[in-house]
């Protein structure tokens, strides 16, 4: 019997209302499966199992969407920052090649401002990323 595809939705549920936000979903393409989340100010990026990196504002709208090419392993946010740590070569002997990048979304289009190797030690696993209050 063949498997019945579902549309994945993100559901969004702000946590008090003093901008009278509202409860919103948005529905993903067939087939595509939501991997990853980072909130930061007035955003939030979905990362999907199509490598596509989903940019929607806290309203509902999707401000951006732009395909990362190597698959990401995990994502953080902060104000108007978005950390994407992604793979860029297989694990090979137990080392794995992970990349860094950082980017602005609050301006108008995406800017990145630093792309970096991620170092971790040989079979090690990266288990959280984030930012501190500062930033």
Known sequence: MKK?????HVYYKPFNTYKNLTDWH???????NIESVALGTGWLAVITSLGFVRILST??????IFCQGMPILTTAGYENLLVIVYHTAPAFLGQQALR???IDIGSKTYQILHDVECPITRSSTLSWIGFSDEG
């Open 59 to 64: 309203e509902g709208i999707q401000k951006f």
């Open 26 to 32: 948005h529905q993903l393409d067939l087939g595509e």
């Open 4 to 8: 019945r595809q579902r549309y994945a």
């Open 100 to 102: 860094m990048k950082i």
